[in-house]
């Protein structure tokens, strides 16, 4: 089939890879004149870096990724730890590991395997108008280009989407968080005896700091030479005219009561402070054109809170749902005509890929929320969550707030990726094998 996409983000790329891979013709049409990504580290889930792997990226992604070995969750005054979870153990339950690296890395990466998968990438073409109906989009420079089926990746705040769902588009929404986000040099960090104490300094070892309202995350990126520093606190405040000073003023504020040693580290950071509010797309009434030429995918579709690590994770999911589902479509002995079979095999991609996301959604901020609730009884309930990250554990649902279930690794979701439930049912997910049984269990 002859497949455009739009976006060579981390979604559209990770797409082109795998139908490519499956021999589909594929076009990739960027807005941008070149490929570049801002600078961050980006944490992957296991259940997706096993596609990877699978893609024949392994190589490449363990030369360039730190796997995270242990996870400290640490007391924010004290700094010593209510749990740690055994990373490195996910690795033999989920079939691959849990990984960190650079966001540019990746975005090379991926690009590097997409051309040599035989997908073609065109630059400076900005999308601007869509055909849903017949399959074709046209350019900036008015050129009109049609496919078997268009794929918009075009992030959170996606043109496509807007056009395809006009009034019913929510937008992106306020989750009610924010991140600042800043690097530290770990030369700088293991002359000090200090901040040594904090255990910082181990290159795969990730640290996270909670306390109401607020908490930092801190975990080493590419050749262990920084140390990326994520502080999450409410979106309460507009810094988006803000200089460093102001920016450093308001962190310090935030983190005051924070103990001693990680105040220090935040002052010895680079002298570069970037807030990003985080946002999300709520769940949409629908993915897909009814002419079944066209879906979204990616953040455009389901943009959410980065407390699960699985926004990357879900857009690679939805790349090999996608191509799967079309492969069962397409080599289908049923003998209806092809466009019957193409919107049957979407229709089956957003039932699935929708259900899912929607989930991961809730529980992604359910578990943001979960590290932050005030001092009580719940917390109390968090920390006993954290404490046994590798049991399931009997917490009294009275002692959770309204509609909370511990029990349920969606809505409960406490403590996320440190809930045993939550994480077996987020990182032990099949998108192939899921997305095969819906299609095998509609009667054609
Ligand atoms: C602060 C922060 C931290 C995060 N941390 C993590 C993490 O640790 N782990 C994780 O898994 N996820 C994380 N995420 C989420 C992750 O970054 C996204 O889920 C992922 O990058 C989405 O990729 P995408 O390809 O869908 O969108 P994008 O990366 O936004 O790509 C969209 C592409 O489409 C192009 N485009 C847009 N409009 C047009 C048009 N009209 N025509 C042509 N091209 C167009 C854009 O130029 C862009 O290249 C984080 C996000 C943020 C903001
Ligand atoms: C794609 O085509 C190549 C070369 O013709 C073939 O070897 C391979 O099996 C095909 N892959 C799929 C998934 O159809
Ligand atoms: C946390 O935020 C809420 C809502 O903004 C506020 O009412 C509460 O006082 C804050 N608690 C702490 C400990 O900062």
Redesign the pocket.
Known sequence: MQIII?????????LAIALSQANHSVLI????PR?A?LG??????PQ?VKYFYQWGLKEDILAQCVRVQKTFIRDHESGSAIGVLNVADLEKQYEAPYI?LH?ATLHDILHKHAIRSGAKLMLN????EYDFENGA?V??NGKRMEADLVI?????????RSQLLQDADPGSQPTGWA?F?MMAEVSKIKDDPQLRELGIDIPCNSNFWIAPNRSCMTYQIKDATMLNI?LSHRDTVDTSALSYEEHKAIVNDLFEDFNPILKKLLEISLPKVVN?P??AVPPLPNWRHASGRFTL?????H??A?YL???????VEDAVSLATVLDLALTNPCTAPKKVQLKAALSVFEEVRKRRATDVQKASLRGGNSYHIPEGKERDALHKVMSYPDEILEVSVEDLEDGVDVHDEISGAVGGMMNRKTRDWCYGYDAIGEVTAVWNSKAR
Do not use: H, W
């Not at 961050?40 to 889930?45: D, N, R």
């Not at 073409?125 to 601007?128: D, E, F, G, Y």
């Not at 995918?297 to 579709?301: H, K, R, T």
């Open positions: 739009v976006g060579a983000g981390i979604a559209g790329l990770s049409v960027e807005s941008a490929l990504e961050a580290g980006i944490q992957m889930t997706a960190v966001r073409s900005k999308v601007t989009i350019l900036k918009a990746a075009d992030g959170i705040n996606s043109f496509a991140a986000r994520v990003y985080v946002y995918v990616g953040d455009a579709a943009a959410m980065f690590s699985m926004g990357v994770s879900l857009a």
